[in-house]
């Protein structure tokens, strides 16, 4: 858990430093020195050091790319669906339904009956 009321000292700045220098992000460098990401923020401006996001920002983009790739698949997929459930909506149906007496019924129709009626 991050303490805010310690002291700011040289060798947290030189940590700072060198934790940056290897690439860590602002939040790993806090977990890294048990400081608040707010912390290191402040000690790295005082340093001038910058948080590079570009790759943050590249991978964001290629997700969203990603995603509107997956919708307009899933969208065309959909459709294909339609168009093969409406074809079945006008084909003949062979129904079968028991009679009263036990007797089994066969028709044909062209939309399925509802399941009480009989044929």
């Known amino acids: 858990m991050p303490q805010h009321s310690r002291p700011v000292t040289d060798a947290d700045r030189k940590r700072v430093r060198e934790l940056h220098a290897n690439g860590l992000s602002?939040?790993?460098?806090?977990?890294?020195?048990?400081?608040?990401g707010r912390w290191v923020s402040r000690i790295a401006d005082e340093l001038g050091l910058d948080f590079e996001r570009t790759r943050a920002r590249a991978a964001t983009i290629a997700k969203v790319v990603d995603a509107r790739t997956r919708r307009a698949?899933?969208?065309?997929?959909?459709?294909?669906?339609?168009?093969?459930?409406?074809?079945?909506?006008?084909?003949?149906?062979?129904?079968?339904?028991?009679?009263?007496?036990?007797?089994?019924?066969?028709?044909?129709?062209?939309?399925?009956?509802?399941?009480t009626s009989e044929i």
């Open 73 to 115: 698949a899933l969208a065309l997929a959909l459709l294909d669906d339609v168009d093969e459930l409406r074809a079945r909506l006008h084909v003949q149906y062979e129904v079968h339904a028991f009679g009263k007496e036990g007797s089994l019924n066969t028709g044909s129709v062209t939309k399925p009956p509802p399941a």
């Open 26 to 36: 602002r939040n790993a460098i806090a977990k890294e020195i048990n400081r608040s």
